[in-house]
T-cell receptor, first 113, second 108 residues
Framework: NAGVTQTPKFQVLKTGQSMTLQCAQDMNHNSMYWYRQDPGMGLRLIYYSASEGTTDKGEVPNGYNVSRLNKREFSLRLESAAPSQTSVYFC????????????FGPGTRLTVT | GIQVEQSPPDLILQEGANSTLRCNFSDSVNNLQWFHQNPWGQLINLFYIPSGTKQNGRLSATTVATERYSLLYISSSQTTDSGVYFCASWTSYDKVIFGPGTSLSVIP
């Protein structure tokens, strides 16, 4: 039981490049989330998926797209990376019944130069 | 939207000391969770506590939903408790709000 896994752990991109961050969970959770954490700050929600086949915007969705590939996997895509997207990205999942606690992956540290 | 405040922003403790961290939220919430982010960046679940009191070893938490605050107690602190403590609250999936965190340093 690995919980929530993310790949890659680290990535450096040049401005304008694209990439996809991968996330998978093995807890049979319906809900999955993508957050970003900037230095010295808490996490901010980018996108979430309440169930397979649905996705919705969170607080800071601009510049990102997501895909809920199946119940296990939720990917985050940067189509044209910008330096402002330099951040640590966390994926999380939660059950859709109480308790609704969120479980986080180890994070992806992304630098855009 | 919901605002989440945490206090104190920074805390330095001598090993063995006790501390109380506070999380205030501006509106009624159905969910509240405490996390510890260790120095390596990993987010560790501490408590899911929308109301009431829970204890886990040296840590305990209390949420008074009617008064819109939650407290995290750390007793007999250890150097491994160092890191940043976040609370997060939400009413629905699209309104998950993290507080700014309390940075804790426990010195031997």
């Amino acid at each position: 039981n690995a919980g929530v896994t993310q790949t890659p752990k680290f990535q450096v991109l040049k401005t304008g490049q694209s990439m996809t961050l991968q996330c998978a969970q093995d807890m049979n959770h319906n809900s999955m989330y993508w957050y970003r954490q900037d230095p010295g700050m808490g996490l901010r929600l980018i996108y979430y998926s309440a169930s397979e086949g649905t996705t919705d915007k969170g607080e800071v969705p601009n510049g990102y797209n997501v895909s809920r590939l199946n119940k296990r996997e939720f990917s985050l895509r940067l189509e044209s990376a910008a330096p402002s997207q330099t951040s640590v990205y966390f994926c999380a999942s939660s059950a859709d019944r109480a308790p609704y606690e969120q479980y986080f992956g180890p994070g992806t540290r992304l630098t855009v130069t | 939207g919901i605002q989440v405040e945490q206090s104190p922003p920074d805390l330095i403790l001598q090993e063995g000391a006790n501390s109380t961290l506070r999380c205030n939220f501006s509106d009624s919430v159905n969910n509240l969770q405490w996390f510890h982010q260790n120095p390596w960046g990993q987010l560790i679940n501490l408590f899911y506590i929308p109301s009431g009191t829970k204890q886990n070893g040296r840590l305990s938490a209390t949420t008074v939903a009617t008064e819109r605050y939650s407290l995290l107690y750390i007793s007999s602190s250890q150097t491994t408790d160092s890191g940043v403590y976040f609370c997060a609250s939400w009413t629905s999936y699209d309104k998950v709000i993290f507080g700014p965190g309390t940075s804790l340093s426990v010195i031997p």
